[in-house]
């Protein structure tokens, strides 16, 4: 069954530092998504990307957030300057069709520790 | 937003027991999930059930959309289902919101 990949699956940051977490989203499928789980928290929507641009974001994905579809199958979170407040697991989703319409594959995420 | 309350938070089963968990909603959705997360952290896709019921395997999951409630059985429990169970609903806007999980713990 085709899976969404994510890399790194851990990633270990200097506060201030700028991080990319890399994402496959499975390759037919149309709409990118990013969520965050701070640990023991629940699971918050961060970034929704169709046709090349963002189509919703939380207020959670302030100006130190970015997402980029760099080429024909990587989907990107770029973390300007990172905080201690940022570490978390971050995954990575995608649907084939716009939500409602069908499920979200979510990737095994990145664990973002930053210190 | 939309809020959505999973109960009960935390849940102990002896393995073979049945067990039942609920998703309330607090308005109309397009979308309702139900997801597993293992202690490795990985969201594992259980369901897409935006209304009626569906079966695989010991789990199944109804959603009665008019009356804003999603219910995951889980039947003959192993350890192996242990973890969190999240339902997460979109009210068609592109975003979904999660419950806080119901953290099940089953014991041999």
């Known amino acids: 069954e085709p899976e969404v990949t994510q890399t790194p699956s851990h990633q270990v940051t200097q506060m201030g530092q700028e991080v990319i977490l890399r994402c496959v989203p499975i390759?037919?499928?149309?709409?990118f998504y990013w969520y965050r789980q701070i640990l023991g928290q629940k699971v918050e929507f961060l970034v929704s990307f169709y046709n090349n641009e963002i189509s919703e974001k939380s207020e959670i994905f302030d100006d130190q957030f970015s997402v980029e579809r760099p080429d024909g199958s990587n989907f990107t979170l770029k973390i300007r300057s990172t905080k201690l407040e940022d570490s978390a697991m971050y995954f990575c989703?995608?649907?084939?069709?716009?939500?409602?319409?069908?499920?979200?594959?979510f990737g095994n995420g990145t664990r973002l520790t930053v210190t | 937003g939309i809020q959505v309350e999973q109960s009960p938070p935390d849940l102990i089963l002896q393995e073979g027991a049945n067990s039942t968990l609920r998703c309330n909603f607090s308005?109309?959705?397009?979308?309702l999930q139900w997801f597993h997360q293992n202690p490795w952290g990985q969201l594992i896709n259980l369901f897409y059930i935006p209304s009626g019921t569906k079966q695989n395997g010991r789990l199944s999951a109804t959603t009665v959309a008019t009356e804003r409630y999603s219910l995951l059985y889980i039947s003959s429990s192993q350890t192996t289902d242990s973890g969190v169970y999240f339902c997460?609903?979109?009210?068609?806007?592109?975003?979904?919101?999660f419950g806080k999980g119901n953290q099940v713990v089953v014991i041999p």
């Open positions: 989703a995608s649907s084939g069709l716009g939500l409602g319409n069908s499920p979200l594959h």
């Open positions: 308005d109309s959705v397009n979308n």
């Open positions: 390759s037919n499928h149309l709409y």
């Open positions: 997460a609903v979109d009210r068609g806007n592109n975003r979904l919101a």
